[in-house]
């Protein structure tokens, strides 16, 4: 059986941006503001050195929201797609959730099965790839992340300057959260 490492987007592969009109840091909207954080490449490529398959697991409302168009979003699939295969990184399946309950674009608003922490992408991913949920992982930076992992039956490292969520473990960033996976085993 193989094992997979689900990874959260924002928070953990790039950098949230803060944003005035909201005053809040949140997903980036346009490519502009998309930053690769330091040390994910590397914490990728050791993952996958060490037979994980990796896996991205996002909820993107922005477009339900109406704060970004499916062009802002293509954009910045683009540009993560060049940097990981620049680095020779290979993300199995990127899973994104586009639907917000409350957003007020229709097409995209109102109840879903796979805005996390419904665990639905996970699932996917394990019957797609026959992976062995107690040996995989779901890195992420919101408690919803963690219930998403908790509710598929992997274990889960809460990146975060503070608390930990329920989460079995804790990380500053995903270099750290790299060591953690393979320290463990
Ligand atoms: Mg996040
Ligand atoms: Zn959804």
């Not at 586009?98 to 674009?105: A, L, N, T, W």
């Not at 219930?147 to 990146?159: K, L, N």
Request: hydrophobic share 45%; with cysteine; glycine share 10%.
């Amino acid at each position: 059986m193989g094992k997979g490492v689900f990874l959260d987007r924002d928070g953990v592969i790039n950098a949230n941006v803060f944003y005035a009109d909201t005053g809040e840091v949140e997903a980036p909207r346009k490519v502009a503001d998309f930053t690769i954080l330091p040390g994910v490449l590397e914490a990728m490529k050791q993952l996958a050195g060490a037979d994980y398959l990796l896996f991205a697991v996002s909820n993107q409302p922005n477009q339900a929201k109406r704060k970004a168009t499916a062009a802002d979003h293509e954009a910045i699939q683009a540009k993560l797609a060049t940097a990981l295969d620049a680095a020779g990184i290979r993300i199995e399946e990127f899973f994104y959730c586009f639907h917000h309950p409350k957003g007020v674009e229709p097409s995209l608003s109102g109840p879903c099965v796979c805005r996390k922490p419904s665990p639905y992408f996970l699932n996917q991913a394990r019957d797609a790839h026959g992976l062995d949920m107690a040996q995989s992982w779901m890195v992420g930076d919101r408690d919803t992340d963690i219930a998403c992992g908790q509710a598929a039956g992997v274990r889960t490292i809460f990146i975060a300057d503070k608390g930990i969520a329920g989460a079995d473990h804790a990380a500053i960033d995903l270099r750290q959260a790299a060591g953690i996976i393979l320290a463990a085993g």
